[in-house]
């Protein structure tokens, strides 16, 4: 995990909460595509997802795109998309995945939202470990809805959805869907987009 935190309930008994493994799966699918956790399995346990979620436009278009390319191409592929979408681009980042570039009012990172966000973890037991990050990074705020779901604090997990997540990922789903046209970010996002319409 990126994120500290304990997984288990006051009772020393570990926490069980399929949300937890679903949320931690979503935090994955964010982050920037490495050799040591993207393959064949990451591909299927998303195309299973939509397929339960009847996301069946994406799903086609994740499998053409998976279809029309070697696996060693994959990789690569996604790592290029990553960047371009999320990190850096001319003329400016598709879809920064910050929640203080959209709920700051100035477009900036490391903003009110940003210190808002960072003192839920706090308060609930849980830090950023990677250093040069922000903490509103969505694959931080995904891991951070994992483990409270992991840990049986539902309440605090819904709470940190409704009031400090869906705010800003609805405006960020919108600036993706307007300029983005790759399939796996694309599937990845509708999935995150409709499991968490549904925690609302």
Known sequence: ???????????????????????????????????????????????????????????????KWQGDRKATDLLQDLQVAYTHLFINAAPHVIAPPYASVYMDGDGDLQGRTTEKIHDFYLQHGFDVRVTGEPADHIRFQLEFIAGLFQEGQEKAAESFIRTLFYPWFSRFYRRFNEESRHPFYEASLQLIHTIVKEEQ
């Not at 008994?13 to 393959?39: C, I, K, N, V």
């Open 1 to 63: 995990m990126e994120l500290n935190g304990n997984a288990y309930n006051n009772d020393g008994s570990q926490a069980h909460d399929p949300r937890g493994e679903l949320f931690s799966f979503f935090s994955l699918l964010m982050r920037y595509p490495e050799e040591t956790f993207f393959d064949d399995e990451v591909l299927d346990a998303l195309k299973g997802l939509l397929g339960f979620c009847d996301l069946d436009t994406a799903l086609a278009a994740l499998n």
